[in-house]
């Protein structure tokens, strides 16, 4: 069964950082573009960053540029999310999810998406 699973969310006061994981079981990450996508109370889900499989490229949505840093290991077959100098407005359910194919360009459909995990900003 292919799964993704995140984990380290959780509270941080406006300023902080948080290290979000995903790493995948069932399947391997290497031939994939990865992303991460958040969704926020009453909001709809929407693209925060993806990284290439081939490349490394990356891209991430205007909010969050210059703050937040996509990376992968394919070896440990895991993707990351550093967030620094979160926001109030950070607070949302982060998911990585598998893209189809290798390149982030275009949105690609998602393939693989994780259970999600709480990121809540909050002085």
């Known amino acids: 069964q292919q799964q993704l699973v995140e984990s380290g969310g959780g509270l941080v006061q406006p300023g902080g950082s948080l290290r979000l994981s995903c790493t995948a079981s069932?399947?391997?990450?290497?031939?994939?573009?990865m992303g991460w996508f958040r969704q926020a109370p009453g909001k709809e889900r929407e693209a925060v960053s993806c990284i290439s499989s081939m490349t490394g490229s990356t891209n991430y949505a205007d909010s969050v540029k210059g703050r937040f840093t996509i990376s992968r290991d394919n070896a440990k077959n895991t993707v990351y999310l550093q967030m620094n100098s979160l926001k109030l407005e950070d607070t949302a359910i982060y998911y990585c999810?598998?893209?189809?194919?290798?390149?982030?360009?275009?949105?690609?459909?998602?393939?693989?998406w994780g259970q999600g995990t709480q990121v809540t900003v909050s002085s």
């Open positions: 069932g399947f391997t990450l290497e031939p994939y573009a």
């Open positions: 999810a598998a893209m189809m194919g290798r390149y982030c360009s275009g949105t690609p459909p998602v393939i693989v």
